[in-house]
């Protein structure tokens, strides 16, 4: 029988006392039917069945099985105040009310946009005083490409038009978000990279580091990027982009050597500096902006899923003084920006978030509280028999699965890629009520930066758990001895 959404038949079943219940199977057979999901494997996805999630408060979720879950992924890095927060619900439906779109073309503008944009300007490094807005972290990015093409055609340098970014960094899905991304697996559908965009390696310690300590392969990895410049040419280049943590890339935390590096190969050779703060801005790292603990000062900062905590979507570009004098003293019309750009309600949601942010000092809790403990519980799990090592900034960490330690990072012997262990592994977390997210065999959390030193203890004791079990399995599997 196919089941079929209608009045008559209502997917929430019967409605409990206090947890409504669902019909998960009918959900799952419609959503197989009609629902494309990103990044899946729809043929995959409908043998399983999708997992419905139905609530969330706090750290934690609720599927509709009605099964608690800790949510170690903020949602997609992006909800940073937690689940349930009933004030950032009414302001959003205060503003509905009030006026729910209109556009800031044509000299209008409107209350939630302007006052967010000056708060943004007190809160980013002194040199932002400008803000331009969009619905998402790849329109930001695709804002950025068009916006430093633009501003080296103003400079009477319009030759300067590419873009140099890193390989296994995470921009976004558009045409010039995956672009400027690394990810192969990206690449290979579709086209990619378009013209103008061209990648270094990654400053990834364990898998470049070899042989080096961290301090200097910081630099010898920024390095790389000085040899690009050169073999493009100086003036051909238009900007370098990077995550101060790489997020998707599996929480790849540079050497503190890294990004003061760039900053000064960026500055010898004019080149404007950006840094995708999608998901270190706002908290991310115990700082209100990565670059900020990285030490650089960018020209140009690309935000969205936190500024939000992903309650409605949003997302901009805070344009430093460079770029912003320019566009404004010289540019006239800037013939760019979306229908949503500053929508009065994604505004109203971020000012809620925001005052959350500050007034609960989750950023500076994430600096001195929450980011340390979390960074001393993960390394007790390098004691764990498949964990070669682990690594955390603020509330990002990851660690890898081996099938054999060693001394150093670079003795530690990986699974074949096949045997797809990391994936193995978030099974056993998701069915035991903990989501890490598997980046091949580097398991990554990111939780809400609203977690107590409690939850985090909770949410480890669930990891070892996940771990022993997937010991269990690949042992079981003769993948080790
Ligand atoms: C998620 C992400 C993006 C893309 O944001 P969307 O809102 O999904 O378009 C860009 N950069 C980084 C670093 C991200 O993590």
Request: proline content about 50%.
């Given at each position: 029988m196919t089941a079929k959404l209608t009045a008559e038949a209502p997917v929430r079943a019967q409605a409990a006392d206090t947890l409504d219940t669902y019909d998960t199977a009918a959900l799952q057979q419609l959503d197989a039917a009609h629902y494309l999901h990103p990044f899946t494997d729809h043929a995959a996805l409908r043998e399983r069945g999708a997992r419905v999630i139905v609530r969330g408060d706090g750290v934690y979720l609720w599927d509709s099985e009605g099964r608690k879950i800790i949510d170690g992924m903020a949602g997609l890095w992006c909800v940073n105040a937690g689940y349930g927060r009933a004030s950032i619900a009414e302001a959003v439906h205060a503003q509905m009310l009030a006026l729910p779109f209109y556009n800031s073309f044509f000299n209008t503008t409107n209350v939630p946009a302007v006052k967010l944009a000056a708060l943004l300007a007190t809160l980013a490094?002194?040199?932002?005083q400008h803000v331009f807005f969009t619905t998402s972290g790849s329109e930001a990015n695709d804002t950025i490409v068009r916006m430093v093409r633009r501003y080296w055609q103003l400079q009477g340098q319009p030759e300067r038009q590419v873009i140099i970014s890193r390989r296994n960094a995470y921009h976004g899905s558009t045409m010039a978000g995956a672009s400027l991304g690394g990810m192969a697996a990206m690449h290979a559908q579709g086209g990619l990279p378009i013209p103008g965009i061209t990648h270094i390696e990654q400053p990834n310690y364990a898998e470049l580091g070899q042989g080096m300590s961290e301090a200097g392969f910081g630099l010898v990895a920024a390095s790389w990027l000085e040899d690009k410049i050169l073999e493009v040419g100086p003036d051909k280049v238009a900007a370098f982009i990077g995550e101060p943590v790489q997020g998707a890339g599996g929480v790849i935390i540079p050497p503190a050597t890294y990004w003061p590096e760039i900053q000064r190969i960026c500055e010898k050779y004019d080149i404007l500096l950006v840094s995708d703060e999608v998901i270190c801005g706002f908290g991310r790292l115990g700082t209100w902006f990565g670059c900020e603990l990285m030490q650089a000062k960018p020209d140009l900062i690309a935000f969205a899923k936190g500024v939000t905590s992903g309650y409605v979507p949003l997302g901009g570009v805070l344009v430093g003084s460079r770029v912003a004098h320019t566009l404004i003293e010289k540019g006239g019309d800037f013939n760019h920006g979306f229908t949503y750009s500053g929508h009065p309600v994604a505004c109203a949601a971020a000012l809620e978030n925001l005052r959350i942010l500050i007034e609960e000092k989750l950023v500076e809790r994430v600096a001195l509280e929450t980011g340390p403990h979390l960074k001393a519980r993960f390394a007790s799990l390098v004691s764990h028999p498949l964990v070669g090592h682990a690594e955390t900034c603020g509330l990002a960490a990851g660690l890898n699965l081996v099938r054999r330690k060693g001394a150093t990072v670079h003795d530690c012997e990986a699974f074949p890629p096949l045997n797809a262990v990391g994936m193995l592994c978030r099974g056993f977390m998701f069915d035991n009520g903990v989501i890490m997210r598997a980046v091949g065999d580097r398991m990554i959390v990111a939780p809400p930066l609203s977690i107590t030193v409690g939850e985090i203890d909770e949410m480890v004791e669930k990891i070892r758990y996940c771990l022993d079990l997937t010991l269990d399995a690949v042992k079981e599997r003769g993948l080790i001895e």
């Open positions: 490094p002194p040199q932002f």
